[in-house]
């Protein structure tokens, strides 16, 4: 029986960033280094399957210092932690790695510049998300105050509306993210931002992309994770730009076929913890489906790379 045709957009770029490829290769390294086990503060990025490469490979994932040996080495994820953290590593004398993505551990150094400027800060984010919390964390605790949605600003009690700044989570809606500066600025004129946004390049690019071709699309697949912060907004952006059928899927086995039956074309795009191989393995199972064109839509070109620590490029 002939396959029914299907156009499938894939989103460039998508898929690992500079943050995420540096964080593994610290894994990586720091195994090679140190030899197993070396200990990795929560998931190194949030996806499942990187996850339990790395835990194939000798690393041990665990949720709080704690639960770390003084022994060995351990590794903070790539969302960043609050400043407790390396604090008590050392103070424990362990060999400690901060796989904090660059670009967060910016917004942490603003944070901090702001307050020793006396403003207070307005942190835009998730509660509970490992990134919020990191940030939130460079200051002492209740300095940082958190406002999730445009209505949260009605809400927030500042100490002095003349003296205060906000910075972002790197992976938030763009659009989403707008409405709650207008929102603030509207509330606090004098509130001071960041020169330029602190979400970052891929959550930008990524959504950008997926902007491009949401209209074309009957359906679009985010390959990433369900804690994933920037893979869920890519959902959203998806649905929001026109793609009535916008949904998240980790491996190819979670594709829901019923839901996609009759349709001509689908997008394809992967969060910024997501690997390509899972990408392939979900292109895969749709040419066993359809006859497959496949169009990418390419709406930037990344050529952003970061440096991994230097404990990590120095002889052991
Ligand atoms: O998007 P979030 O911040 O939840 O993280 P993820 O690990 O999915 O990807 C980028 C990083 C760090
Ligand atoms: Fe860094 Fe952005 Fe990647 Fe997060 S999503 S690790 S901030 S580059």
Redesign the pocket.
């Given at each position: 029986m002939s396959k029914p045709p299907l156009t499938l957009y894939l989103a460039a770029p998508r898929g690992f960033?500079?943050?995420?490829d540096r964080a593994i290769k610290i894994v990586e390294m720091a195994l090679e280094k140190w030899g197993a086990p070396v200990y990795v503060r929560h998931e190194i990025v949030h996806n499942k399957f990187v996850v339990d490469g790395l835990r194939d490979k000798g690393a041990v994932f665990v949720e709080e210092l704690e639960d770390c040996p003084e022994d060995r080495p351990v590794i903070f994820s790539?969302h960043g932690v609050p400043k407790a953290i390396p604090a008590e590593a050392a103070r424990r004398h362990m060999v400690y790695v901060d796989a904090t993505?660059p670009?967060?551990s910016k917004v942490h150094i603003e944070a901090q510049r702001h307050s020793d400027n006396g403003l207070q800060m307005i942190m835009i984010g998730h509660a509970g998300h490992p990134e919020t919390i990191g940030t939130m964390g460079q200051l002492p605790e209740g300095e940082v105050l958190l406002v999730e949605t445009p209505a949260d600003v009605a809400d927030v009690v500042v100490r002095d509306p003349q003296k205060l700044a906000y910075v972002t989570q790197?992976?938030l809606s763009i659009d989403d993210t707008a409405e709650i500066v207008a929102a603030l600025r509207a509330r606090f004129p004098a509130i001071v931002g960041p020169h330029k946004e602190d979400i970052?390049?891929?959550?930008t690019n990524r959504q950008e992309a997926v902007k491009a071709m949401a209209q074309n699309c009957d359906a679009m697949l985010v390959v990433g994770a369900p804690n994933s912060s920037?893979s869920r907004r890519l959902v959203e952006v998806g649905a929001k730009a026109g793609c009535s059928y916008s949904q998240l899927v980790q491996r190819a086995e979670n594709i829901d076929w019923r839901a996609l039956e009759g349709i001509s074309s689908i997008g394809i795009t992967a969060g910024?913890s997501a690997p390509e191989v899972l990408v392939n393995e979900v292109i895969d199972a749709f040419r066993d489906r359809f006859e497959v064109t496949v169009e990418t839509v390419q709406t930037a070109i990344e050529n952003v790379e970061f440096k991994v620590p230097r404990v990590l490029r120095e002889p052991a």
């Amino acid at each position: 029986m002939s396959k029914p045709p299907l156009t499938l957009y894939l989103a460039a770029p998508r898929g690992f960033c500079a943050g995420v490829d540096r964080a593994i290769k610290i894994v990586e390294m720091a195994l090679e280094k140190w030899g197993a086990p070396v200990y990795v503060r929560h998931e190194i990025v949030h996806n499942k399957f990187v996850v339990d490469g790395l835990r194939d490979k000798g690393a041990v994932f665990v949720e709080e210092l704690e639960d770390c040996p003084e022994d060995r080495p351990v590794i903070f994820s790539a969302h960043g932690v609050p400043k407790a953290i390396p604090a008590e590593a050392a103070r424990r004398h362990m060999v400690y790695v901060d796989a904090t993505c660059p670009l967060v551990s910016k917004v942490h150094i603003e944070a901090q510049r702001h307050s020793d400027n006396g403003l207070q800060m307005i942190m835009i984010g998730h509660a509970g998300h490992p990134e919020t919390i990191g940030t939130m964390g460079q200051l002492p605790e209740g300095e940082v105050l958190l406002v999730e949605t445009p209505a949260d600003v009605a809400d927030v009690v500042v100490r002095d509306p003349q003296k205060l700044a906000y910075v972002t989570q790197t992976t938030l809606s763009i659009d989403d993210t707008a409405e709650i500066v207008a929102a603030l600025r509207a509330r606090f004129p004098a509130i001071v931002g960041p020169h330029k946004e602190d979400i970052c390049y891929a959550t930008t690019n990524r959504q950008e992309a997926v902007k491009a071709m949401a209209q074309n699309c009957d359906a679009m697949l985010v390959v990433g994770a369900p804690n994933s912060s920037n893979s869920r907004r890519l959902v959203e952006v998806g649905a929001k730009a026109g793609c009535s059928y916008s949904q998240l899927v980790q491996r190819a086995e979670n594709i829901d076929w019923r839901a996609l039956e009759g349709i001509s074309s689908i997008g394809i795009t992967a969060g910024a913890s997501a690997p390509e191989v899972l990408v392939n393995e979900v292109i895969d199972a749709f040419r066993d489906r359809f006859e497959v064109t496949v169009e990418t839509v390419q709406t930037a070109i990344e050529n952003v790379e970061f440096k991994v620590p230097r404990v990590l490029r120095e002889p052991a």
